[in-house]
């Protein structure tokens, strides 16, 4: 911008906006907390105490108890599995209600219909999911695993809808002048285009199901979260720190990998361009 | 007229090893996975019958039971706001100093950017064990288990906007002189202002999600019904749960798409 297209100093300063959703929505928060703090019934010396409390139990989970690093990288092990096993259950199975529900693909009425399907899938909680599958099928890995899949379906159906609503025409009609079947079209002229993309998606689903998997032990389906579980009321705090820090390391290794092996599929060979997470985020609504 | 266009068919493009690479370590993956947690589509069928006489205790639903779940339903709630608020809130001193756009040195992103990696690497329920442990059961433990679970998760999101942020305010902050605190109030968070808020709507959802489930270690809310009801064997009352875990989920999904929506 040039000095002279420089608003005069009269006017240099323009009038602060007063975005009026945006106050409200903070106005609207600070009431709901102020209700919610008033009313949760916390007593407030225990508030005071909580400090104290948990820098107690993380000093004595430090020095951690290194012999026991074998079986809690055993868990973790099981609970990669059942991550990993779960999002190919909810990748296969969410990939014909990614194509249902794709407006170029189905139409309208369709497409409404198969995105309240995934909507009605992604509601309810891995861990809820999972106390239902361990009654029908016993406890262990298997149910667990299940229950990730299921719960997965809607998020993975979700995000590969929208890519695949955002591909390139032209090779679906080039599909439709030939005579293509509806098969046909789908495998030479959607996937091709919609997959690389769908693909990184089943791939950082698989980094949120290991957090989701860690967790299943405590109800009993499998995985490292049996064992935090037992140290934790045994108060086995040395065992415990040595259980968390494989958490932590295990999970950070696969997040690096996987979010290198994303980026390498979106980008080709060009690492610079960075697959826009936040955005991703919120489409998928986890 | 086909003869005047002899290499019409364009030839195809060699595919990439890599390719191939990544298919078999997907089958390799699998087959592990598979082994590893015992699969077996045979067990499933023998199930089916148990399966179906847990389906069948489902219904009728207990809807007579509904009055039970209203106050662990408002604790639900409740912690999900005051979770939500605070790790938002903590979420946006982190973030900030997690960008390398905004950080004041070197050290401080180093320090922050690993610290938030290593704190959303554990997952919320995980967190809920530790603080029953430390701090008793009930919604306190709750409450800290989601400020930490956001903390992690919003300030990922947000130092990576700020990352984005287009550098122009930044430079005539930095001109004018500004401090950290400055350079981050003037010149970055207007620009990532509409990004934050709808994160923070997206972690309440997250929450509200999350604190359902809290309550199974004992962190208060109702998780804690579901628990009982588990160990009772009232599948009836887990499908009343459950029932009334879709429709709060969907109602505030449905508001805060509307809001972002209205944000951006």
Sequence with gaps: ?286 | MSAALPDARPTRPARSKLVWVAVALFLAMTAWSWDGIGFSPAELVEKADNARRIVDDMFPVAWQAWPVLVEPLLETFRMAVIGSVIGCSLALLVGFLASQVTAPNGVVYGVSKTLMSVVRSIPDVLYALLFVAAVSIGPLAGVLALVFFNVGVVAKLLSETVDAVPLGPLEAADAAGATFVQRVRAAVFPQVLPNYLAYALYTFELNLRASVVLGLVGAGGIGQVLRIAQTRYRYDVIALIIFVTFVIVFLVEALSISLRRRLS
């Design chain 1, 1 to 286: 911008m040039a000095v002279a297209d420089l608003p005069r100093s009269s006017d240099a300063r323009p009038r602060a906006p007063f975005p009026l959703a945006r106050r409200s929505l903070l106005l609207l928060l600070l009431v709901l907390f102020g209700w919610a703090a008033a009313t949760s019934g916390i007593p407030v010396e225990r508030i005071l105490r909580a400090p104290a409390g948990i820098w107690n139990i993380a000093r004595l989970m430090f020095p951690p108890d290194w012999a026991y690093a074998g079986r809690a990288l055993g868990a973790m092990v099981e609970s990669v599995h059942i991550a990993w096993f779960g999002t190919v259950i909810g990748a296969a199975l969410s990939l014909p209600l990614a194509l249902l529900a794709a407006k170029n693909v189905t139409g309208q009425a369709t497409s409404t219909g198969a995105r309240q399907v995934l909507n009605a899938f992604r509601a309810i909680p891995e861990l809820v999911l999972a106390v239902v599958f361990v009654a029908m099928i016993g406890l262990g890995a298997v149910p667990g695993a299940l229950a990730i899949g299921i719960h997965s379906i809607g998020t993975l159906g979700k995000l590969a809808s929208e890519a695949i609503e955002s591909i390139d025409r032209g090779p679906l009609e080039a599909a439709d002048a030939v005579g293509a079947t509806w098969l046909q079209k789908m495998r030479w002229g959607v996937l091709p285009q919609a997959l690389p993309e769908i693909v990184a998606f089943w791939l950082y689903r698989f980094e949120i199901n290991i957090r989701a998997s860690a967790i299943l032990g405590v109800i009993g389906a499998g995985g490292v979260g049996a064992v935090l579980s037992n140290t934790v009321s045994y108060r086995r705090w040395d065992k415990a720190g040595m259980t968390l820090i494989v958490v932590v390391v295990v999970t950070l290794l696969i997040d690096a990998v996987s979010g290198r092996i994303r980026r390498r599929i979106i980008s080709g060979g060009d690492t610079s361009a960075e697959v826009a997470e936040g955005e991703m985020v919120l489409q998928a609504g986890a």
